[in-house]
Each structure stands twice: as C-alpha cells, then as structure tokens.
C-alpha cells in the first residue's frame, strides 16, 4: 500500500469513485481510495437505482441535470468495456393531494426553466404510460421521460476503471481506523493495513461519514437511516416508468432485467447503522405497492435487503471542507440520492478541493448553512 | 401473528422427533412443512433401515414416517401444517412463513431448525441438459409420485444415495449402465453396492463424468477415469447412451434461516457444507434456537432422528417444561448417537462435529 | 478389491462361509457383511441366539454356525440384503440357495433361472424351488434356487428374464463441449465466472451482484457452492476462509398479493 498520498478518498462507493475520477481528470495527482468492503458493498449496491432531475430546489434539480446527461454518455466518456444498464423510461411522480399539486406546479416551471422538460399530466395521460395504474386517489401526475434507472454497481465500476486509468489506486478490503490532524491539519489515514500519509482527505463514507469525521474530531450533522427494499422474480417488461408517489413514501420500477425493484420509507426505522431486513417491510410495501398497480400482486417477492440512507438535516446533501481541519473534506448526506447525484458530486468536490471556478451550485451546500439557517429543505424526496 | 411455544421447521425425521419429543412435554409445538406431505425423505425411500430397533432398523422409511406420524396425530398440543414454507428469520424474533398460499409471521419461543439437506449440483459441460437429475429427485419421481423418469441411466456418485437410487432404478425396471464414483474407493455401504454389483450393475470407482449431450434432451454420457490428483485422463472415456444421468456427489444442509436469525456458521467439509455452530443439547449460537438432522450436518436418516429428539428435549427445557427423566432421556440420545458415529464414515463426521461444537455447554436455562 | 468394485472376493467369501463339516449337516445362514457399519437387526431377529448380540452396533455379526438352523427368520430382516441360506444337503448334485429378491416379477416356482454370480455375470443354471412373498418378510420375497453343488460359493443372484445383451461402452467422442452451466436463474456458465474472477470479482457479493449470481429463484443453492470451489481453486484458499455472501429472506419466493393480505390476524384451525 502507498505510504503517502496527495488525497486519500474514503469510500469506495459510487460518490467516492465519481470523486476520485473527477480529481483526477482534472489535474489533481496520487489520489488513493479506501475502501473497507469491496466497491459498492455499502448503499451505492444496495440502492433503488433510480435516477430523476424532478426536483423542488434549483440546485438539486442542476446537480441531477448535470448527472443525467453525465450518464447519457458514461460508457463512452469513462471508456467503459460494459454496459452501465441506463434505461430512461421516465419518472412519473403521482400526485393525491391538492398541496401536492400546487408543490409540483412550482416544480416544473423551476425544471422547465433549467432545460428539464417535465410536465404535468391527466390521470389519463398517465394511464398511457401506466395501463393498470389505479387513480383512485390521484389528482395528477409529473412525468419526465429522460429520468430513468442504471446500474450502481456497474456504474461504479466503469468510474473505479476510468480512475484507476488515470493513475489512481484503489485498496479494497481496507478500513480506515484513524484519521490523524495536527495543528488543525490532516496528516494522515491509518488503516487495517498500515498508514497513509497525506494532506487531504475525501470523506465519501456513506452511512459511515459521520463516524469517519469523529476520527478527524469533526462532528457532522449526519444520521443513517435503514431503509428497506425488494425485489421481485424477473417478468416480460410491463412497466417503463420509475413510478413514484411522496405521499405513499414509495418508488417502484422494473429494471432492464425484468425484475421489479420498490422500496418505501417506513417510519422508526433504526439509526444504529444495522442493515438486517426488517420483517414488517414486506406486507407493508406489498400492500402500498399493489394498491398503487393491481396487477403486481402476482408478481413473487425474491429477496428484501437494506441499505443505510445518510441523512441530512435538510435532506439535501453537504459539501465542505470541515470548518476546524484543514483538508477534511466532505461529500455526504445525500439522504438517499446520493448514487443519482455522483457525478455532480465528482464535479463539485474536485471544483472544491483544487479551488476551480464553481460551475455546480455546491458553494450553497456547505456546512456553514445550519448556522446561518439558510437551510435546503427539498419538497420532493421518500 | 401465530405465537407458540416452539416452532419445528420441517416435518422430516428430525422435525417429526423433534415434535413428538417437544410435544411430550404439553408445550405448543407449531411444525411447518414445505411439501404437502410430512415425512421428508422418508416418505422415498422403501428401503429397510440400517441402525439399531431404537432408530427403526429393518423397517422401510416410509414405514416409520407413518409410525412417528401417528405418535404426533395424538398429541392435542402439536399442530402441523404442510404446503407451509418458512421464508425468513428476522432479527426481531420474528420468523415469517407461507402457509397455504398465505403469508404469516410467526412469533416463536424456541425454534428446531431441521431443514434438511439439498443435493449438491455439479458443473460439468451439459449439466444443463433436460435428462441430468439429481439422484434424489428421481427417487422422489419414483417413490414418491409413481413417474418413470428414465430408461437408461448413468448414476454419478457412490454414496449411499447413488447406489441405493440406483438400486430402486432397477427395481422399476430402469436399465442402469454404470455408477461412477470420483473417488478411489465406494463412498456407500458396501452392501448396497454388492447389490448393485449382482445384477450387473459396473461401479468404476476413480472416474467421473467427463460431458452429457443431447439436442433437447440427454441422449449420451460420457466418462473418464481421474488421476490421483482428480484430472481426466484422456483417452479414457467411455460414452453410454442414456436419457438420464442422476447427480449423487452429496447434500449440503440447508441453513438459509440459520444465517438469516443470526446463529454463527462454519464451513465443515464433513459435515456437507456451512453448519451452525452447536452445544452438546444442539443448542446453536442463539439461545433460543436449536438445531437438528441434515442441517445440523449431512448424516443418514437415523441420527437424523436421535438427533431431532435431542433437540426437542433441550427445547422442552428451555422452555421450562423438561420431563423428569430428562437427563436420562438426553445420555440415551447421546449415547445411540455416539455408537451410530463410531462406524464407517462415522469418524470423519465425528470430527467434522467437534469443529462445529461449542464446547462450553452450560445448562440449558 | 472390496472397496474398489463392491464385489466381495472369494477368500472373503470363504472366511463367512460355515465349515464343510456344519454344511454338511443341513441349511444354514452365511452373513456376508465385511465393513463396520452401525446396524444389527440380524442379531436381534435370531430366535436361537446363533447371530451373537452386538457390544458395539457397528460389530461385524458373528454367526454361531452350530446355532444355527437355518430357518432364514434374519434374512428379510437385513437392510443390507447380505444374508443368504445354503444348504448343501438339498440334493445329491444340487445344493439350495435361499436369497432375498426384491424384483418384479418374481419367477415362477419350478421354472429355470440364469444363475449370476456376484458381479452379475452368468454361471449357469438354476432352478426356483421356492418363492415366499408373506406380509411378515415385508415386500423382501424369499426365493430358493437349487444349484449345481459346485457354484454354491459362486451364485448370489439370478436373472429371471433371458435379457442377455451387455451394454456395448465405448463410442470415443470428440464433440467441443460447451461451457458448464452453474447459475441456471441468470444463466451463467463456468467461462463467465472464470472471467469475473480475473476481473478482480473474487467474492461471492461482489460476483453476485455484478453478474447476478444466486439471485434468481434458486437463492443460490445450487450456484454458490459451485462457485465457492471455483473461488478457492482460483484464491487458493479454503472454502471455510471464503464468504459465502448474505443469505437474504426470503428462502422461497412469494406473491406481493399473498404479502399484501397479511392481516396480522393468527392462522385457525
């Protein structure tokens, strides 16, 4: 293992790979990841997948702009000898509530207004997209045909191959246990497999992000969450949308693969980082789930998992260098976006890290924003 | 939710014992069955038992199904279902199940695992091909549902279940050409295999299955002889025309839930595979969770047995319901389980066992 | 050898067989049972005490030949179909031989058999004497052949049917074989996996969840330990040092519409 390193990212999730490619492209030099797992095993492998530029906040929705057209062309510009799986059969977000209604309104005159072409639709013009759509208590829906689903872990690996391309080293099976500051300054990352000096240090831990600052003596406003999802039997394509409703807290789509992938967000679930099943996920997204679209109740549950959503006070993620070290820098709290937003978060940490010319709205998304309260309170997230 | 006392999964000779032992005790005892008939492998196999008059011997498995059925048929305390699949183990104790078509959750005191085994699969060039069974699966076509699956047949594996599958081919009039066997000697007791050898039956140890071929189903096997390091050795082969070819190279239990609640595994070759890890009552790491027969690790059915009432005494006791003799009751178990690990691969699984055992058994409560 | 061919040879066979001396004094019951397994229902079925009770279950029995009547009460009782009955005093020329036979049909009493020997092979002929089929041999028939006195330590079966034709092995093939097929739900064959682990996929997840691995409806049951051998063949690790993966719920796929009913309410009788 290197002894030294100019940057050292943590975490070798699809934010930390998106980050170290991005640095890299752009001039930076010895950059090392750490990853204590394999890549993608922490919530990049365990997450619903979905990619959406729907947004209620102008720097989400330029973040998700920036990542979805990243991803129109991430096979050819990361030089990928596979298949990133990116399908963009459309978001349809269902809307059952007047509020709501007035909330998306606003919603896609902001994302008309940046270049995203979504719109409003009829219960009907919904019922195209989705035949067996039950309206019951639906008012409208939202619908953006370049939203869509991608492989996280593939996608993954196309950004750890283009970065390792590029110089960068990658240590698998690696987990940090110090980060070492000397007079307010990173020094260095000690691990399983010995020490790493360094400068600069990336905290792209995920649901571990907040633990990772602790070592640095850095307290972030984080918390992780579990979050529950499932997975079906593959079927004949039936549905091409990522069907999505605030107000039943779930998402569900088929993936290229016939499967069909749902998660929900379920109240009091633990924050102890555990990211065992919970038992009473199944009957509770099964039934929100076929109420929604009647037909699935034939389709058979094949497995359920759990990954960890690193929360945010405002559900929105934060970029900073830490405001008491030098050199920890951090990219987390994506409160569950964080797979659909990795490369503007590639993009916008290096911006921070090599001081370039902002060109994503990341200067807002610091930590500094929770004493000023200028929070980034997101309308439209599960 | 359904709450009981204890929860059996699986109604094969371990699951059966484990019951009919919990139940003496008055406790709740919930047995779930996946298939829709109890009796796990025993239902199959119409041969006579091996062991002693304790674990049956000398009668035909289906036989004792029906004789451990009836203990538990009278018993008001015990309930089983069949068509009833245990999905998952939760780490809140829950345990859910689909139990004739409907899905239930189980809330458990103890639970005996006896899940039994699954016949391992081998990765040989056709292995897909319609026609490649696993031994155990033809015996259940046969035995089970009266269904002739073949006419000539190749059986790979000398075990105690390849030569007595093979056996019971013959006895439906199958034309069985060969038995190959990977190792240097018969793995299966050698009187099966001198039964198979009397009707003409080859056994050609030291060879193994080099490809199957067919266009939509299996029409040939071929074999070849393996060297000391378990290579082909070309220009050995041997190619049978065979619409089936039975896959008997072992089980391995059947531990899913086990890894699911939690209970600490380990990967012990003679024991078939991952096992729990297990206390001398078959306690396994989690207090409340017992475990028995195959998925405790591969043996013959009559351990499987012993080994089941063992269980379903420890789990009577952790329960507060230990019968008065209960110690009595265990040294026997113990005792019929050593003399039927002390013969001939009862060493290797003797062995494989003390791995898997955790050594500081304190009392049950 | 024994263990090699299951066909016991012939200094094993006269190391169970009676004496000429007690042979010559009428039927008696040859046990021929050479390894230790944990078994002893032929001790327990002898009325006269001649199968000698076992200390260890896995004893070899030991026949008490001058106990012995011959009354062929052990030899439905064997699992292991390894006792028979000789009398040599049968006939001048002819010596009887009483064997289990589990085969349909069973021949016809007084009608010529071909007389095998242990490893299946003709020796000559035989004729059915006897054949027993009560409730209390439970579906283990008896049948007595009389053979030549000079094959009585040479036959142990029969063949009923005149079906005479051996297999003919051997066709050599050179045929390409395709490539093993190890995950049948998402249809990866040895190749691909072998191309995964030089890849740097050298764990089950992180094969699984490039490629799919285990996650179809068998839950791996059937991949997984074919692809744990293949890692440590290709690690050169044992398999107990390798992960197997995450075991998820559910075991057995079920309907959402199934899981969507569930009402918390307890199953009835």
Redesign the interface.
């Known amino acids: 293992m290197n002894k030294t390193a100019d940057i050292v990212i943590i975490g070798g999730g699809v934010s930390g790979c998106s980050i170290g490619y991005y640095l890299l492209k752009n001039g930076a030099k010895n950059v090392v990841i750490l990853e204590r797992d394999?890549?993608?095993?922490g919530a990049t492998?365990r997450c619903g997948a979905g990619i959406r530029q729907q947004w209620g906040l102008e720097l989400n929705c330029r973040m998700s702009k920036f990542s979805c057209e990243f991803f129109e062309n991430a096979v050819s510009e990361l030089e990928f000898d596979g298949d990133v799986e990116f399908h963009q059969g459309g978001y349809l977000l269902l809307i059952s509530a007047e509020a709501e209604l007035e909330q998306m309104k606003k919603n896609i005159a902001l994302q008309n207004s940046l270049g995203i072409a979504s719109r409003l639709i009829t219960l009907d013009e919904a019922k195209e997209i989705v035949p067996y759509l039950n309206t019951d208590n639906l008012l409208a829906a939202a619908f953006h045909q370049k939203d869509g689903h991608l492989n996280p872990?593939?996608t993954t690996?196309a950004f750890a191959e283009a970065f390792k391309r590029l110089g960068g080293v990658i240590e698998t099976r690696t987990a940090v246990t110090g980060v070492t500051v000397s007079n307010g300054r990173i020094t260095g990352v000690e691990t399983d497999k010995g020490t790493i000096q360094t400068g600069t240090v990336v905290n792209a831990a995920g649901g571990y992000a907040q633990g990772i600052a602790k070592m640095a003596g850095v307290e972030l406003p984080l918390y992780s969450e579990r979050h529950n999802i499932l997975?079906?039997?593959p079927v004949e394509p039936l549905l091409a949308p990522m069907v999505m409703s605030f107000s039943l807290n779930l998402y569900c789509q088929q993936s290229p693969?016939g499967s069909f992938v749902m998660g929900r967000t379920d109240d009091s679930q633990p924050r102890d980082l555990r990211v065992s099943?919970y038992s009473g996920f199944?009957?509770l997204?099964?039934?929100s789930?076929?109420?929604l679209m009647p037909p699935?109740?034939?389709?058979?549950?094949?497995?359920?998992?759990a990954g960890l959503y690193n929360m945010s006070p405002d559900k929105a993620a934060i970029y900073c260098e830490a405001p008491n070290v030098s050199g920890f820098y951090t990219a987390a709290g994506f409160s569950g976006h964080g797979f659909m937003m990795a490369p503007a978060t590639g993009q916008s940490m290096t911006e921070l890290i090599l001081g370039l010319t902002p060109t994503l709205p990341w200067p807002k998304m610091g930590l500094d924003r929770f004493e000023t309260g200028e929070l980034l309170l997101e309308p439209s997230v599960v | 939710?359904?709450?009981t006392d204890l929860l059996v999964i699986g109604a094969g000779p371990a699951g059966l014992c484990a019951a009919v032992a919990a139940g003496e005790s008055g406790k709740d005892v919930l047995i779930l069955e996946?298939s829709h008939t109890p009796g796990g492998q025993l239902v199959k196999q119409?041969?006579?038992?091996?062991?002693?008059?304790k674990q049956h011997?000398?009668t035909?498995g289906f036989d004792i199904a029906s004789i451990l059925l009836d203990k538990l048929n009278a018993m008001s305390n015990v309930?089983m279902?069949t068509n009833a699949?245990?999905?998952?183990?939760?780490d809140d104790g829950l345990w859910?199940a689909?139990?004739l078509?409907?899905?239930?959750?189980i809330m458990p005191q103890a639970v005996v695992c006896a899940t039994g085994a699954?016949e391992?699969?081998?990765?040989?060039?056709?292995?897909?091909l319609p026609g490649v069974y696993g031994a155990g699966a033809v015996q259940t076509l046969m035995n089970q549902y009266g269904v002739l699956p073949a006419e000539r047949a190749v059986m790979l594996g000398?075990g105690n279940i390849g030569l007595i599958v093979s056996y019971q081919l013959?006895?439906a009039g199958v034309?069985v050409?060969?038995v190959a066997e990977g190792s240097?000697?018969?793995g299966g007791?050698?009187?099966?295999?001198?039964?198979?050898?009397?009707?003409?039956?080859p056994?050609m140890?030291a060879h193994t299955v080099?490809?199957a071929?067919g266009k939509e189903s299996l029409e040939?096997v071929?074999l070849w002889a393996l060297d000391d390091k378990w290579q082909g050795i070309p220009g050995t082969?041997?190619?049978?025309r065979a619409d089936t070819l039975c896959v008997a190279v072992g089980l391995?239990p059947?531990s899913?839930?086990l890894?699911?609640a939690g209970c600490k595994m380990?990967?012990?070759?003679a024991l078939g595979?991952?096992v729990p890890y297990r206390d001398d009552n078959l306690r396994t790491s989690l207090p409340h969770i017992f475990v028995a027969g195959d998925a405790a690790g591969v043996e013959e059915a009559?351990s499987a047995m012993v080994e089941g009432t063992l269980a379903g005494l420890s789990a009577a006791e952790y329960l507060n319901a230990a019968p008065a003799d209960i110690k009595e009751r265990k040294n026997d178990c113990l005792s019929q389980l050593a003399?039927?690990?002390?013969?001939?691969v009862?060493e290797r699984i003797s062995a494989g066992l003390e791995l898997a055992r955790i050594k500081e058994a304190a009392g049950i409560c | 050898m024994?263990?090699?061919?299951?066909?016991?040879e012939a200094s094993d066979i006269n190391g169970v067989f009676p004496s000429d001396e007690r042979l010559a004094k009428g039927p008696v019951a040859v046990i021929?049972?050479?390894?230790?397994?944990?078994?002893?229902?032929c001790s327990?079925?002898c009325r006269r005490g001649a199968i000698e009770a076992f200390d260890?279950?896995?004893d070899l029995p030991k026949v008490n030949h001058e106990k012995c009547n011959g009354c062929s009460l052990c030899v439905s009782?064997?699992?292991?179909?390894?006792i028979m009955v000789v009398d040599m005093t049968y006939a001048e020329d002819k010596a009887l031989l009483k064997l289990p036979y589990?085969?349909?049909p069973l021949p016809e009493e007084g009608s010529s058999v071909t007389a095998?020997?242990?490893?299946?092979?003709a020796v000559g002929e035989a004729l059915v004497v006897k054949v027993q089929n009560t409730p209390a041999l439970?579906?283990?028939p008896l049948v007595s052949i009389a053979v030549a006195k000079d094959l009585a330590r040479t036959v142990?079966?029969f063949r009923v049917t005149d079906d005479t034709s051996a297999?003919s092995?051997?066709?050599?093939?050179g045929?390409e074989?395709?490539?093993?097929?190890?995950c049948?739900c998402n249809d990866l064959d040895?190749d691909n996996i072998r191309d995964l682990m030089k890849k740097g996929f050298t764990?089950i997840?992180?094969i699984k969840?490039?490629s799919?691995l285990g996650?179809?409806?068998c839950?791996g049951?059937?991949?997984i330990?074919?692809v744990l051998g293949e890692l440590s063949r290709f690690l050169g690790k044992p398999?107990?040092e390798?992960d197997?993966g995450?075991?998820?719920?559910?075991?057995?796929?079920?309907?959402?519409?199934?899981?969507?009913?569930?009402d918390?309410?307890?199953?009835t009788?």
């Open positions: 394999y890549l993608s095993a492998g872990f593939h690996q997975v079906t039997e693969h099943a199944p009957e997204m099964s039934r789930v076929t109420g699935l109740k034939n389709l058979r549950m094949l497995r359920q998992w | 939710m359904i709450k996946r119409t041969h006579m038992f091996f062991g002693s008059e011997a000398a035909r309930r279902v699949t245990v999905l998952a183990a939760y859910t689909d139990i078509g409907k899905y239930e959750k699954n391992k699969s081998l990765a040989f060039p056709g292995c897909d000398a013959l006895q034309k050409l060969a240097a000697r018969i007791y050698l009187v099966h295999a001198a039964k198979l050898r009397r009707m003409g039956v056994i140890t080099k490809a071929y040939a071929t082969e041997i190619t049978y391995s059947l899913e839930l890894w699911q380990l990967y012990v070759p595979g991952h009559s003399q039927l690990r002390s013969g001939h009862g | 024994l263990e090699q061919t299951g066909i016991p021929e049972c050479f390894q230790r397994i944990p078994c002893n229902p327990t079925a260890d279950i896995n009782r064997c699992p292991g179909l390894a589990e085969f349909a095998l020997n242990r490893a299946g092979e439970d579906k283990t142990r079966n297999e092995p051997g066709i050599l093939r045929d074989a395709p490539s093993p097929m190890v049948r040895l764990s997840d992180e969840r490039v799919r996650m179809g409806p839950q049951r059937n991949c330990p074919l398999v107990s390798l197997p995450t075991y998820r719920p559910v075991v057995k796929s079920v309907s959402l519409g199934a899981v969507a009913e569930y918390g309410e307890a199953l009788e």
